[in-house]
């Protein structure tokens, strides 16, 4: 499998610095990329989300154990642990492992959103919020709901929470991993003319980013980053 990545992210107007951070890992046949949004709510949840990243990132390219959802759910709690002893903050995250065979693994917990970009993005998780907390929405409607804002689940350091976890035995195409930045303040139109490197330049707007994965699943395992991708972004790739 080949991977082709490109991390787009644009600074919002609502907090100094950027709280959106991305990561990507490669061991020997595998591959892991990581999105974080840092709450706008308290001054260090940039360095919150950064940490949470490199964290993740460095655990997964140093660690020899085999690849599955309770592993990486341990790894968590370490984090979790660890992180909670410099920081008092919230973050949401979404991380996705595949596998050189296809298999695709997705945690989330909080307000960062999976995607399939294919013509138009279709979305493959849904939010972690009271906008949809009782209820089933699209996310679209979840966007206009000033409920979105509130999370039922996050990566917080008063608790720990498992994140969801979604799966397939075979995965390829192209993956979008955004911030509710991007999936909630933009339209659909506004969202692929983002991808294509066209920013919009709203005045009032939260951090938005998008780490897009393109797997191809024909090809030897190799990594290409694209050379465009924005800062705020942690790269480890051992393969091997």
């Known amino acids: 499998m080949k991977i082709e990545a490109r991390w787009l992210s644009q600074q919002g107007t609502r907090t100094a610095d950027n709280r959106d951070h991305a990561g990507l890992g490669a061991r020997p046949g595998e591959f892991l990329g990581i999105?974080?949004?840092?709450?706008?709510?308290?001054?260090?949840?940039?360095?919150?989300?950064?940490?949470?990243?490199?964290?993740?990132?460095?655990w997964f390219v140093q660690s020899g154990d085999e690849w599955n959802a309770d592993l990486i759910s341990q790894a968590y709690r370490r984090i979790h642990q660890s992180l909670r002893e410099q920081f008092r903050g919230s973050a949401s995250l979404l991380l996705v492992h595949v596998t050189e065979a296809g298999a695709l693994t997705?945690?989330?917990?909080?307000?960062?959103?999976?995607?399939?970009?294919?013509?138009?993005?279709?979305?493959?998780?849904?939010?972690?919020t009271f906008a949809n907390a009782l209820t089933e929405a699209t996310l679209r409607d979840i966007a206009k709901s000033p409920l979105r804002h509130l999370l039922t689940?996050?990566?917080?350091?008063?608790?720990?929470?498992?994140?969801?976890?979604?799966?397939?035995?075979?995965?390829?195409g192209t993956f979008v991993l955004a911030s509710d930045g991007f999936w909630a303040e933009l339209s659909?139109?506004?969202?692929?003319?983002?991808?294509?490197g066209d920013l919009p330049a709203h005045t009032d707007r939260d951090d938005r980013s998008v780490l897009?994965?393109?797997?191809?699943?024909?090809?030897?395992?190799?990594?290409?980053?694209?050379?465009?991708?924005?800062?705020?972004?942690?790269?480890r790739l051992s393969l091997g």
């Open 35 to 58: 999105v974080v949004d840092g709450s706008t709510a308290g001054a260090t949840n940039g360095d919150y989300a950064r940490a949470i990243v490199e964290m993740t990132v460095d």
């Open 106 to 128: 997705a945690l989330h917990s909080g307000d960062c959103v999976l995607g399939q970009l294919d013509g138009e993005i279709n979305w493959q998780s849904t939010p972690h």
């Open 153 to 172: 689940q996050s990566f917080r350091t008063r608790e720990y929470i498992s994140p969801d976890v979604l799966s397939r035995e075979k995965a390829s």
């Open 188 to 196: 659909d139109a506004e969202q692929i003319a983002f991808i294509d």
């Open 212 to 235: 897009l994965m393109r797997l191809l699943l024909e090809a030897p395992f190799t990594i290409s980053l694209d050379e465009r991708s924005s800062p705020n972004l942690y790269t």
